[in-house]
């Protein structure tokens, strides 16, 4: 969840940081007092400037002017008068030219070219406000004034590479204010000057200085052809503009070999490039694209020790030694990229809540950054501005003050940097020789036409279900609980081989005690009748939920054949015992904590470690009694805040005893991880190695990944996620996750994560690449734009026509009503299919039915067949909407088969298991996972489509004992059962 404030992305705006207005302000006046004249011109300067005080600007225009014409120290003088006449006329073209005549060695020389640039700054013209700036320096090489206003310009145009210079300028100087701070403090970031390029485009057309900062948000957002666009109009223009060249390389890297070779032939006579830290980011995205992992890790090591403080070349180059088992070297990479995104987090956190507590933190992560020029200025701010404090921070301020009395001390200690202490020089470089013409572009990303098409049948099937959120229809805007929605989950509760729906609610905070009789706000739970309709079995089954309802997982926790529930709460979650006749027991009161009283949001029923018992997994969101009742202002309008606002709450984990017990050892099994903000959950075996690792999507933190290296049950788990490449995205950031779906993406046999994500933020796409490790794919597979200006919630893996090749499904809403700054509210769901190249495609909106031809809240998305026809269906949850059962209409004739798994060895509902189907040339390999994404529980059949197969299929199973079958002429078109160790897998038993 991100705060739209800051242009809904949370990315730092230009205009706050510099601490002056970029657009629409009065040019600044020559600042500080006019300089004094010779006697020789104290007769007619008084003059001069009583006339214009006075208001009479001809008058002093005209004495002015005619003293100008002179020579001698009144020349100047009276040049810095006519121009200040001319500025306050608003003719500024005039007053520049003024101001520029000035000679060099004049008393006026800085103040006048400080605010002839300042004019051309607000005249748009940066390009000419930069030069004007850069001149002043010859004169006055450490003027503050005239160092912010080129860090300034640099910024506007995208050029912060180039920027730091002068700031760092400054900082040493000890005058830097803390908006500047802010902005060296994270190179890494994208600023959002879109607002400010276009205007600065419009009133300047000629000056294509702002287009490369325009260029980079393009790419942020996905529109990569526009940044190109953008980009090489500026070349076209400023050739000598090194920033340009790289950001075509960053594009060129994303699109293929023919575009990235035309771009090497294209800078091969640009040796400054090789001193920007991009290019080599350019480089080593291309090579580890292409598979070349120890150039690009070279590529990677050059950009880390141009710029030591890159968050994407020391996490891309950390996960590269890692590959390459190399994981010694790897380790402090990864480590310093982590303390990156620390700092980073911090610091946005402190452009929104400037306290002393945060620019004392802020000084401790640069302190461990080795970045002590920085650090001691914060320590400085809280000096100077709570005298309170000093006591506290004398000594630490004394000892940086004299250790920096040195000027010679680095900006940023080699000692802290890894590539100043890890040697790689001996990887290869990349060969920057051009392919061969005619090398392979990367096919269109456009939207296209397809076949696939389901309908909404819930209101006929019998489903009617509106998640209460308990708004407060007299509040205006969204208190944080009011935006997570409800959960859904399937399976078949009463075995009779057709899957049922569980729906949580929401209800009135706080919980007020409810009876089955009444069911407005409780769960609820739907039987499936087998003929296309749901009666709704809530009161017969005895469950009598009030709580304020999110997530829940369907699982198996003694073993007996029927599925037991775990419902996620905002305080107290709760667990039900199926019975086997329909009904269930609640046996909340058998966790040792009660189900705990924490915001949980995603759930998950697995054993996760190893010894034979189910356990339980609650992937827990914010903490604090304001989420009940805080809202954040969003130009002057109450709306839902930052979750950097709250504190996070701990996820939990409860083991299963073996006797119907849980005792709750989250801190001994190794997931007391702090800051977390979980929202999605993801259980499963992703390597193979009978182990399951849990992953958790977390809000605008990094994410965790859960593992163990041994099997033994005492094992603790070990957050990995940084590691494996799974906590963050490319380049280095967390965003704002939320659900998950897992399947074999890429048709490579392993497991893939894909991540949804925040508005103006891409969704995410984790592929596997074996031994333990991911990489963001996203471009690659065609990712990065979709949904771009969309934010998703629950999203699944659908093999919707049959084919082999799974698609993905997205539900989309924002999480408060920003519509005021032209931001959607209500969002359209996205269904992207996969070419056989491996790019998604968007499906078109119009063929695919009337429910994504409109606009939703949506939240919880789970997978079923619900009418078992072979095709795979999907539940939406939605916010002020009724829930949608999305029947699956697609015209296919592909094959299929669905599988159900009985555990004996391994637990009943195995989870971890692995089926691979085969039939000719089509191989299929699925996954059984809990937690299921954003609080959901899939249909425990694995579905398998296999295009046009023949009549039977190879299945072989993985267990998560251990145990691997493998049965032959399995028969398609059908459900069937597999038990573990039988000799023969059976048709499922329906019972009508």
Same mark, same amino acid.
């Given at each position: ?104 060695? #004049? ?94 485009? #419009? ?58 070779? #035309? ?134 301020? #004394? ?42 572009v990367p096919e269109s990303t456009s939207s296209g036409a397809f076949a696939f098409r389901f309908e909404d049948d819930a209101p006929a099937a019998g489903i009617e279900m509106t998640y209460f959120n308990s708004a407060d229809p007299a509040t205006e805007g969204m ?12 399976a078949d509760f009463d075995r009779d081989g057709w899957p049922d729906l569980y729906l949580t609610q929401g209800c009135v905070l706080p919980p007020r005690p409810q009876t089955s009789a009444d069911l407005s706000r409780l769960d609820q739970l739907y039987r499936n ?445 059908? *459900? ?5 160790? *039988? ?10």
């Open positions: 969840m991100r705060n739209p404030l800051l242009l809904a992305d949370r990315r730092v705006l230009l205009c706050g940081l510099v601490g002056i207005a970029i657009w629409g302000c009065s040019p600044a006046p020559s600042s500080g007092p006019m300089p004094p004249s010779s006697p020789s011109a104290s007769d007619r300067l008084p003059e001069a400037r009583a006339a214009m005080k006075g208001g009479k600007l001809e008058d002093a225009f005209a004495i002015a002017d005619a003293m100008a014409a002179g020579t001698g120290p009144q020349r100047n003088a009276a040049l810095l008068i006519a121009g200040e006449v001319r500025q306050r006329q608003k003719r500024f073209d005039e007053a520049v030219d003024l101001f520029l005549r000035i000679d060099e060695v #004049a008393d006026e020389f800085v103040i006048a070219r400080q605010t002839a640039g300042d004019l051309r700054l607000h005249q748009g013209r940066l390009s000419d406000a930069e030069s004007i700036w850069r001149s002043t320096l010859s004169r006055a090489p450490t003027d503050e004034f005239t160092l912010n206003r080129l860090a300034l310009v640099l910024g506007l145009q995208g050029r912060r590479w180039e920027a730091r210079l002068f700031l760092e300028t400054v900082v040493r100087q000890g005058t830097c204010t803390a908006q500047n701070l802010l902005l060296l403090g994270d190179l890494d970031r994208t600023l959002n000057v879109e607002t400010e390029a276009e205007q600065y485009r #419009a009133a300047a057309p000629e000056d294509v200085a702002a287009l490369i900062g325009l260029a980079k948000v393009r790419r942020e957002q996905g529109r990569f052809d526009d940044a190109v666009a953008l980009l090489e109009k500026v070349v076209a223009t400023r050739e000598d503009l090194d920033e340009a060249w790289v950001e075509l390389g960053l594009l060129a890297s994303d699109r293929g070999e023919a575009a990235f070779d #035309a771009w090497v032939r294209r800078i091969a006579a640009r040796p400054t490039l090789r001193e920007h830290p991009t290019f080599w980011l350019a480089l080593g995205r291309h090579e580890q694209a292409a598979g070349r992992r120890e150039t690009a890790a070279r590529c990677f090591y050059q950009a880390a020790r141009l710029n030591p403080n890159s968050i994407p070349a020391h996490y891309q180059l950390g996960q590269l030694l890692t590959a390459l088992k190399r994981t010694a070297d790897s380790e402090p990479f990864l480590l310093r990229a982590a303390r990156l995104e620390q700092l980073a987090g911090v610091l946005n956190r402190l452009h929104s809540d400037p306290t002393a507590e945060l620019m004392l933190e802020t000084a401790d992560h640069l302190d461990a950054l080795g970045r002590p020029w920085e650090a001691r200025l914060w320590i400085r701010f809280v000096w100077q501005a709570e005298p309170a404090r000093q006591p506290q921070i004398r000594e630490r301020l #004394a000892r940086r003050e004299s250790a920096l009395a040195d000027d010679t001390v680095p900006f940023v200690l080699p000692e802290t940097c890894p590539a100043f202490q890890v040697d790689l020089s001996a990887l290869p470089l990349p060969k920057l020789a051009p392919a061969a013409p005619g090398s392979s208190r944080m609980f009011e935006f997570t929605g409800g959960g859904v989950g399937a009748r087998g003929n296309g309709t749901f009666a709704n079995a809530t009161a017969g089954s005895t469950i009598i939920e009030p709580r304020f309802g999110q997530g829940l997982a369907w699982g198996d926790v003694n073993h007996d054949g029927f599925p037991d529930l775990y419902v996620g709460n905002l305080g107290p979650n709760a667990l039900f015992l199926n019975n086997g006749d329909g009904t269930f027991s609640e046996v909340t009161a058998d966790l040792s904590d009660g189900g705990g009283d924490a915001w949980t949001t995603s759930v998950g029923m697995a054993d996760l470690d190893g010894d034979g018992a189910v356990d339980l997994y609650a992937a827990n969101y914010l903490a604090g009694d304001e989420i009940y009742t805080k809202m954040c202002v969003t130009d002057g309008r109450p709306r839902a805040c930052l979750p950097i606002v709250f504190p996070a709450a701990p996820d939990a984990f409860h083991q299963g005893t073996g006797d119907g017990r849980f005792v709750e050892r989250t801190k001994a099994a190794g997931f007391d991880v702090p800051l977390g903000n979980g929202l999605g959950l993801l259980v499963a075996d992703f390597d193979g190695s009978r182990t399951l690792d849990v992953f958790v999507a977390n809000d605008a933190v990094p994410n965790f990944f859960f593992s163990r290296d041994s099997a033994d049950p005492g094992a603790p788990f070990t957050d990995v996620a940084f590691a494996n490449g799974t906590a963050v995205d490319a380049e280095g950031r967390p965003q704002a996750c939320m659900g998950v779906a897992a399947d074999d993406l890429d048709g490579d046999g392993d497991l893939d994560l894909f991540v949804t994500n925040f508005y103006l933020e891409s969704n995410t796409f984790y592929e596997n690449h074996g031994e333990g490790l991911f990489r963001d794919a996203t471009r690659d597979a065609g990712l990065k734009e979709p949904g771009y200006k969309l934010l998703g919630f629950g999203t699944q893996a659908i093999d919707g026509d049959n084919d082999g090749r799974p698609e993905l499904v997205i539900a989309n809403g924002h999480i408060d009503d920003f519509s005021f700054k032209d931001i959607p509210f209500r969002m359209p769901p996205l269904f992207l299919s996969r070419s056989a190249q491996g790019r998604f495609v968007e499906a078109a909106p119009k063929a695919m039915g009337p429910y994504f031809e409109k606009e939703w809240l949506g939240r919880g998305l789970a997978m079923l067949d619900w009418n078992r026809d072979g095709r795979e269906d999907f539940v939406v949850t939605h916010l002020e909407d009724p829930a949608a059962l999305l029947t699956n209409r697609t015209a296919t004739g592909g094959r299929w088969l669905s599988v159900e798994l009985v555990g004996r060895e391994s637990p009943r509902h195995p989870v971890g298991a692995q089926v691979t189907v085969s039939s000719g040339e089509t191989r299929r390999t699925r996954f059984l996972t809990a937690g299921c994404g954003y609080q959901a529980s899939n249909s425990p059949l694995l579905h398998f489509g296999l295009g046009s197969a023949g009549e039977v299929a190879t299945v072989e199973v993985r267990w998560p004992s251990g145990r691997m079958q493998r049965f032959e002429v399995v028969p398609l078109d059908r *459900e069937v059962v597999c038990v573990e160790g *039988e000799p023969n897998i059976v048709p499922k038993v329906v019972i009508r």
